[in-house]
């Protein structure tokens, strides 16, 4: 099989080969999370119990939780393309964490405004400046910084180096959000999922991950889309792009 | 020795030279990152109790006062080992009830800490009504002491 050898893996880091790969897979990602969206809302909000305090107000935590795990596993996985791009100098992988990183930002903006709005109801207040928020919002900023300063550099090799640096210095910032709650008093609850178990019910737990897979796959849809525009700018110059701009963008 | 050896020395190095870096970084800052006091640490003297500073525990049962005013509460906020009387003036939270989780910003007036907010903090344990209930009543049978509510505050487990 074609598919088991080192050589199929190795070629799809060429843009080229990936660029029709990925417009293939997207729509089934695509597809996949809207699927998972629709299971997981529908569990979330009618089949899961109300909680025994908060009643029905804990169920943002069904929209909170997966952005604000996504928002921190994105930032994870963009250095990992980053700091390969970086020591391996594969142009794809510098293309991959340019296309990871508005998403990644805009779960972080989505987590932040969602749990203020979850604050306000249980705790009593929008915003407080306790280590796990105040480490989330610096999450939002990394992912801004590392925007801007792969776009305020014209030199496209340059521009991904000092971003990619930018982001890895950054990266020590995701065990401090992760276990904030567990090494400080915190407001923020701590974890209710653990290695020591899941303190929810099956129901709330099945739509809680369900829609974590939801984000996720929409995440690799929207990541798959960008990436195809991010590959066509970069090698505007190489024959295969032009050919492909020729022949009417197909 | 290949370049791309010498930069994959220098990102892992890097990163973890800035891990050991952050892990001192946030040891001398350790006093700073806590959001709020508990009483024992209050006892011990560990909260700056000549200004404002945050107070959390929990809500001791049977403590909650209203007074006569109608929208003054005086409370006693617990971690099981030490208790401070709480006077508030204002609008609580709708999870604060007896048992939960609080934390108040205020400081020591005449052996009162007078609060200016209090906010509700609650735990990471979500369970439906019933199954709260039947908690309650097989601890009940029981007759332990354990109590459903785990201690909303770290710094009696430090």
């Keep these: ?21 990925a417009g293939k897979l997207a729509p089934w990602f695509a597809i996949a999370a809207a699927i ?57 992988s510098t293309m991959m964490a340019s296309a990871l990183a508005p998403t990644g930002a805009m779960l972080t903006f989505l987590g932040l405004w969602t749990g203020a709005l979850w604050g306000k109801p249980t705790w009593g207040a929008y915003w407080v400046w306790d280590a796990r928020l105040t480490s989330f919002l610096i999450l939002l900023f990394l992912y801004m910084g590392y925007m801007a300063l792969e776009n305020a550099i014209d030199d496209p090799q340059r521009a991904s180096r000092a971003s990619a640096l930018l982001g890895l210095v950054g990266i020590v910032n995701i065990p401090i959000i992760y276990f904030s709650v567990k090494w400080w008093n915190t407001l923020h609850q701590g974890m209710s999922v653990s290695t020591s178990g899941i303190s929810m019910e099956p129901s709330m737990k099945i739509a809680m991950f369900t829609l974590a897979f939801a984000v996720w796959f929409y995440t690799i849809a929207i990541a798959l889309t ?25 | 020795m290949k370049s791309r050896h010498k930069r994959l020395m220098f990102v892992g190095g890097g990163l973890a030279g800035l891990a050991i870096v952050a ?22 003297g560990k909260a700056p109790t000549a200004k404002s500073f945050r107070l959390g ?11 006569e005013d109608g929208i003054t509460v005086n409370f006693v906020v617990t971690d099981k080992a030490k208790s401070i009387p709480v006077s508030y003036k204002g609008i609580l939270p709708d999870l604060f009830r007896e ?41 009940a049978n029981a007759g332990s002491m354990a109590t459903v509510q785990t201690v909303g505050t770290k710094g009696t487990a430090q």
């Design chain 1, 1 to 21: 099989m074609q598919i088991f050898t080192k050589a199929f893996w190795l070629q799809l880091s060429s843009p080229k080969v990936f660029y029709p790969v």
């Design chain 1, 36 to 92: 998972l969206f629709v299971i997981g809302l529908y569990v979330g909000f009618f089949v899961a119990p109300p909680d025994y305090q908060q009643k029905d107000s804990y169920r943002i935590m069904f929209i909170h939780v997966p952005l604000a795990w996504m928002a921190m596993f994105v930032y994870i996985v963009m250095c990992g393309y980053a700091a390969i791009g970086l020591i391996w100098k594969t142009r794809l």
């Design chain 1, 226 to 250: 960008r990436v195809r525009s991010i590959i066509l700018e970069r090698e505007r110059h190489a024959a295969w792009v032009v050919d492909l701009a020729k022949a009417g963008g197909r």
């Design chain 2, 23 to 44: 892990a001192l970084l946030l040891q001398a800052f350790n006093s700073n990152m806590v959001f709020f006091f508990s009483p024992s640490d209050v006892a011990q």
């Design chain 2, 57 to 67: 525990g929990l809500v001791e049962d049977g403590s909650v006062q209203r007074q």
């Design chain 2, 99 to 139: 048992g939960q989780g609080v934390i108040a910003q205020g400081k020591f007036e005449q052996g009162y800490f007078v609060a200016d907010e209090v906010l509700a903090k609650h735990d990471e344990e979500y369970m439906a009504p019933e199954v709260a209930d039947a908690l309650k009543k097989a601890e």
